[in-house]
């Protein structure tokens, strides 16, 4: 099937830049002429995603394959992993430090947000050796 | 669109500062001289500032134009108040351009007042979006409308301060005179090139609603004399805004006047494009209004603008507390809400789309990202282009040719004349052979 496949290297612990490959996705999605919402909700994973990464790892990669019925993001790290994937996934839970709580991030809703934002999320997490979040949006 | 933002040649030596700062990547350099991408500029007047040899300039009018009208109207942008020191009055500034020439003025700043009346009073409407973003800066406009389309519904639609306050002008001077609407002249007094371009290119409106627009580092020279003359003296009441008007022309100032408690103001277009950014992020402040401005400091940064925009604002905070609130009294149900009504609603501009095939689109960008994995990453803007990835764009768009890139070419220099000479094809920064340049040594 025909798509595109973008990757970007997400560093670790550098929360100033977190956002640039959220940023230069919207770009490429918008010269593609994929519709606005698909690209807001693509946006939204991808920052999240990459504040995780950033967080609670030390980076990673994102991958990003769009195609014309989907586009499809993959978040790898090779951080902590999550011990309790569905306690992580309720709005307001976090375990961020409180470096990361006072510049206003770690609020317990990354993974709420990139569900919402998602039609489909799948996450493979293995304590002490990395978690990848697989996100699936669907073109209207 | 009609751009205000023009190239002088015959002064462009095609040194690529232009493009490297402008933040739509709207300017190339071909055959030595800037050219600027018409559908991707949207008259900030970056260009302006950084260009070292002042070969941009912005076209607007002169003051001959007002000999084609019966009647003149001057609309002075409030801005214009903050050049000045000393100030204790609009007045001796509305009584100069009466001087030079004009027949009435109406202060951009009362339109401003109108604007914020009708804003503080419409009723709560849960459907509006959040949070809401002004629309008083048409650069940032016509940026959104380029390159954040998913946030055009954030846009408040209201017409500019200087349009309302035009369009009423005319009315009112019709109302005075007797004479037909096209023999009064109304002409904003500007502080940059993007409210320049507004004037004869509305993005809100149907038709203009100005005949003109001068800059106010023209006016500034003109008013120096007639100022001279009359200060001191009794002057006329002309003002018709007081505070809340006058603080539009800087950045915060709208938010101030809107009594908007919850707002972020944000100036300088670099800062604007990253708040953008993080609005279409998710990542919303706690705010309910936005309030963006393409300058620094807002219009008193504006390229027209004569004194620098830190002083102006100081001086436009004295003159604010000599002013009374408000003049101008927005009334429900007046003139003004058809006016805020027959508002077009800001709309999409595809200006960046590869083509309108997303199947095409796509083998498009795998191509353009194929091309760029192959350059140097350098941003030398030695092909005319702000970075590798526009020149790859423009490659496969067909806006240059790969061997416009200087690593390209010297790639083929290496095959043909061996590794040692091709170095000598390349700039200074990027030669093999070391030579680390050195202060001479520091004299006692």
Not at chain 1, 64 to 92: C, F, H, K
Request: aromatic fraction near 6%; include cysteine.
């Amino acid at each position: 099937m025909e798509s595109l496949h973008l990757v970007y290297d997400v560093p670790g612990g550098d929360l100033t830049h977190a956002g640039e490959a959220s940023s230069q996705v919207k770009q490429t999605l918008r010269k593609m002429r994929y519709d606005s919402d698909t690209i807001r909700r693509v946006s939204v994973c991808m920052y999240e995603g990459e504040i995780n990464m950033v967080i609670h790892a030390e980076g990673g990669t994102a991958a990003v394959d769009v195609g014309l019925d989907e586009i499809t993001i993959t978040l790898a790290d090779r951080g902590p992993g999550i011990p309790d994937v569905e306690q992580a996934m309720q709005a307001g839970f976090t375990t961020a430090g409180d470096q990361a709580r006072d510049l206003g991030f770690g609020a317990g809703m990354g993974l709420p947000n990139m569900k919402k934002y998602s039609d489909e999320m799948k996450i493979d997490s293995t304590v002490g050796v990395g978690t990848t979040v697989t996100m699936v949006v669907h073109i209207p | 669109m009609r751009h205000s933002v023009v190239l002088e040649y015959h002064k462009c030596r095609g040194c690529t500062t232009c493009i490297k700062n402008c933040p739509t990547e709207a300017i190339r350099v071909r055959n030595g001289k800037a050219t600027i991408l018409p559908n991707r500029c949207i008259d900030c007047g970056t260009c302006l500032r950084v260009c070292p040899h002042h070969a941009v300039t912005s076209m607007h009018d002169n003051f001959n134009s007002l000999q084609n009208y019966q009647y003149t109207v001057a609309v002075p942008d409030p801005a214009l108040y903050g050049q000045f020191h000393n100030l204790d009055s609009p007045d001796l500034i509305l009584a100069s351009l009466l001087e030079l020439g004009f027949d009435s003025v109406y202060e951009a700043a009362a339109g401003a007042e109108l604007l914020t009346g009708y804003l503080t009073s419409r009723p709560e409407d849960p459907d509006r979006p959040v949070p809401e973003i002004s629309s008083v800066c048409p650069a940032v406009v016509r940026l959104i409308r380029i390159r954040f389309p998913s946030l055009l519904g954030n846009i408040c639609p209201l017409l500019l301060p200087t349009e309302l306050a035009a369009i009423l002008a005319r009315e009112k001077a019709v109302r005075e005179t007797g004479l037909s609407p096209q023999e009064i002249g109304v002409f904003s007094i500007v502080p940059c090139s993007s409210l320049v371009t507004a004037a004869s290119s509305p993005d809100g409106q149907i038709a203009p609603v100005l005949d003109g627009a001068f800059a106010i580092r023209d006016v500034y020279k003109a008013l120096l004399s007639p100022m001279k003359a009359l200060a001191g003296k009794p002057l006329p009441d002309l003002s018709l805004a007081g505070r809340a008007g006058a603080g539009w022309a800087f950045s915060g100032g709208e938010s101030y006047a809107h009594r908007a408690e919850r707002y972020v103001a944000v100036d300088g277009i670099d800062n604007v494009i990253r708040m953008l950014e993080e609005i279409e992020d998710g990542r919303l402040p706690e705010a309910d209004f936005i309030e963006l401005r393409a300058c620094t400091q807002g219009c008193l940064g504006g390229c027209f603008c004569v004194e620098n925009p830190f002083i102006a604002r100081m001086r436009m905070k004295r003159l604010m507390g000599e002013l009374p609130e408000a003049r101008s009294v927005y009334r429900p149900g007046s003139r003004v809400d058809d006016l805020i009504a027959s508002t077009q609603k800001p709309e999409y501009y595809p200006t960046f789309q590869l083509d309108p095939d997303r199947r095409v689109a796509m083998e498009k960008m795998r191509r353009i990202q194929a091309l760029e994995e192959q350059l140097p990453g350098l941003r030398c803007g030695s092909c005319g282009a702000p970075s590798c990835r526009a020149f790859a764009e423009d490659v496969v768009m067909g806006r240059a040719s790969e061997d416009d890139c200087i690593f390209k070419v010297r790639e083929r220099m290496q095959n043909v004349a061996g590794k040692s000479e091709a170095d000598e094809y390349l700039p200074a920064p990027f030669r093999r052979r070391r030579t680390i340049p050195q202060d001479p040594p520091a004299q006692p």
